[in-house]
């Protein structure tokens, strides 16, 4: 894994196309280029690395940051992860996110949240692996904006 940088959008903006495309929906590549620009630009809103196997970028992780009462400080939320099929299975998904964590803990960060389907057993069991486990509350989230992704 390695930290993406502004020369790295385009390859970012490739990988995301294919992971909404697997959950169904559309990708609008100015906007998504926009936000990338905006995150890799301001260290202070999060962190995105590319996921790399032999060389080659396989897949990208996302993480965004906010301030969080309960937490009494910055928590962090995996905003994205995705590794190209070709490459699952093996464990590049955990890595990643052990080493999130690390990076995470080594800049103050208090809490990993993440946000998954009901029905994706797969990542929930990434995401177990990691020690993130669920939490008895609902996610309830209202657009101020045109989004990324199309349904």
């Given at each position: 894994m390695r930290p993406a940088d502004l020369g790295d959008r385009e390859r970012l903006l490739d990988l995301m196309a294919d992971f909404y495309a697997e959950s169904g929906y559309g990708l609008d590549r100015l906007a998504a280029?926009?936000?990338?620009?905006?995150?890799?630009?301001?260290?202070?809103?999060?962190?995105?690395?590319?996921?790399?196997?032999?060389?080659?970028?396989?897949?990208?992780?996302?993480?965004?940051?906010?301030?969080?009462?309960?937490?009494?400080?910055?928590?962090?939320?995996?905003?994205?992860?995705?590794?190209?099929?070709?490459?699952?299975?093996?464990?590049?998904?955990?890595?990643?996110?052990?080493a999130v964590r690390e990076s995470c803990a080594e800049l103050g960060v208090r809490a990993l949240a993440v946000e998954v389907g009901h029905d994706n057993a797969v990542a929930q069991a990434v995401y177990r692996s990691a020690g993130l486990k669920p939490i008895d509350r609902g996610l309830m989230m209202a657009s101020l904006a045109d989004p990324v992704h199309q349904e």
């Open positions: 280029e926009a936000a990338f620009t905006t995150l890799l630009g301001d260290p202070r809103l999060g962190r995105v690395w590319l996921i790399e196997q032999d060389l080659q970028v396989v897949g990208y992780i996302v993480v965004t940051f906010v301030f969080a009462m309960e937490h009494g400080g910055l928590a962090a939320w995996v905003d994205d992860l995705y590794v190209e099929p070709s490459a699952r299975g093996a464990g590049l998904g955990t890595s990643a996110l052990a």
